[in-house]
């Protein structure tokens, strides 16, 4: 899969998703971890980190507390990655401020999705008759209505709520799910192309 990283505007994008995914913040940088199962995304995340910074990016592997294997990545500090963690963490904390998530991209929203995003079948008896799509931002309610509202007035794609214990997360069914998913498939690599396949007969999450 080959990312457009010629312009600061695909730059910005591409690692706003990986801020508002998976990644976590390192003093002013930011750090990505996958499982080892999931090692095709992690080095395509790398290699496309070293095309946006110019330089190597540092991984290592490195079992957990839980005993699984993960691949973290480490990539060199930059002008335009220090400005982006720093608007992205308040206080310390993960924020999805609108401005912050209009500098997404399409690419970006497409490595957001692979990090946190998922899908179900839904069943009547043994057939299956739709398909509930989720990305898991485990946000307050409040937080979420600011992303609902994004996603309505940039892209046109509407998403819901779903309440999971005392967080929410965003959730949508067969039909936006196939607008949204046609916005994001150029961007998604084989490894993870299973998680926007809508085709009932592979009903695989």
């Not at 500090?77 to 999805?96: D, E, H, N």
């Not at 931002?137 to 309505?152: D, G, M, P, Q």
């Not at 046609?182 to 998604?188: A, M, S, T």
Request: aromatic share 12%; net charge positive.
């Amino acid at each position: 899969m080959d990312y457009d990283v010629s312009s600061k505007l695909e730059k910005r994008g591409i690692i706003c998703g990986m801020l508002l995914g998976g990644g976590g913040r390192c003093r002013n940088n930011f750090y990505i971890a996958h499982s080892t199962k999931q090692s095709e995304y992690a080095l395509f995340k790398k290699e496309l980190l070293e095309s946006i910074t110019g330089k190597q990016v540092n991984t290592r592997q490195r079992k957990t507390n839980l005993g699984y294997e993960i691949i973290r990545i480490e990539p060199k500090l930059i002008p335009l990655t220090r400005v982006l963690v720093k608007k992205c963490y308040k206080s310390g904390k993960k924020t999805f401020p609108v401005k912050f998530l209009n500098y997404l991209t399409l690419q970006g929203l497409a490595i957001w999705f692979m990090d946190d995003g998922s899908k179900s079948f839904k069943r009547v008896g043994n057939r299956i008759h739709a398909v509930e799509i989720t990305l898991n931002t485990y946000l307050s309610k409040e937080e979420n209505e600011v992303i609902i509202s994004y996603f309505k007035e940039r892209w046109e794609i509407q998403w819901g709520l779903n309440k999971s214990k005392d967080k929410y997360r965003l959730r949508m069914g067969t039909r936006e799910g196939h607008k949204f998913f046609n916005l994001i498939e150029p961007y998604i690599i084989d490894s993870m192309r299973y998680k926007i396949n809508l085709q009932f007969k592979t009903a695989s999450a």
